[in-house]
């Protein structure tokens, strides 16, 4: 780990730099001063061989979890979620769901698709809600819909759900109010850490991944923590 430090006459402040390191298996550069890699999928990765992703390891890295879609708007559910949920778990993979958000329909009626479609488990990540759009609706209305998909995933499950998103979007519709959730970002090309002026806890730094076991382009991850950490974030 590159440590840089920095003195001043308030004390000593230390600067931990991620270093990004080739790997041509993996087939991008990753910064391998994150312990903890993951992945996430849907039904645009084809069918997944869970146990070929699971084997893979090079050189100490290998993929830790991986984050699968489960639902979209208020009707439809990824055709290939239910394979991968139940293939991912037999694989012994740390999985979570998440929801794709349509910002024109109601967050309640989303949060029940969700809820129909998907048992969380002992072991199994918080669920995630995607929001990428806002679409025609004002800043207020993407709020009030986020907000009321959040409290009944939550009531549901127990557990505070994630928000996935770009670093921009979050700055821009979302910074201010959801600031209690953990976060899980989205900031390519970037060879530090995420441009987000909050914690977070998910990194996706690409999304031309190549893993054994899938055949297209996959997105890679990494958990700001270590292990100890990633533990207690998941379904106890």
């Not at 869970?50 to 439809?76: L, R």
């Not at 991912?88 to 309640?108: E, Q, V």
């Not at 990540?125 to 025609?136: R, S």
């Not at 899980?184 to 441009?195: G, I, M, N, Q, S």
């Amino acid at each position: 780990m590159l440590l840089l430090t920095i003195c001043i006459t308030a004390g000593i402040y230390y600067y931990y730099k991620p270093i990004f390191v080739r790997y041509p298996a993996f087939g991008i550069d990753l910064p391998v001063t994150y312990t903890i890699h993951g992945i996430d999928v849907s039904r645009y990765q084809g069918a997944i061989d869970w146990q070929e992703v699971k084997a893979m390891e090079i050189k100490n890295i290998k993929i830790g979890f991986s984050f699968i879609k489960a639902t979209e708007g208020v009707n439809d559910q990824d055709k290939r979620f239910s394979s991968n949920w139940k293939a991912a778990k037999k694989a012994g993979m740390a999985r979570g769901a998440y929801h794709f958000f349509n910002p024109y329909r109601s967050g309640k009626e989303q949060a029940q698709n969700f809820i129909e479609s998907v048992v969380l488990s002992k072991g199994d990540l918080p669920p995630v809600l995607d929001v990428e759009q806002t679409g025609t609706a004002s800043k207020i209305q993407l709020q009030q819909r986020i907000e009321d998909w959040l409290h009944l995933i939550e009531m549901r499950y127990k557990v505070k759900p994630i928000i996935y998103t770009g670093a921009d979007f979050y700055a821009n519709n979302l910074a201010g109010k959801f600031d209690a959730y953990p976060l899980w970002v989205a900031h390519y090309l970037v060879k530090d850490k995420p441009r987000v002026n909050r914690d977070w806890s998910f990194w996706q730094h690409s999304e031309s991944g190549r893993v054994n076991g899938i055949k297209a382009y996959v997105d890679f991850n990494v958990f700001n923590g270590d292990s100890t950490a990633f533990k207690k974030l998941l379904l106890q």
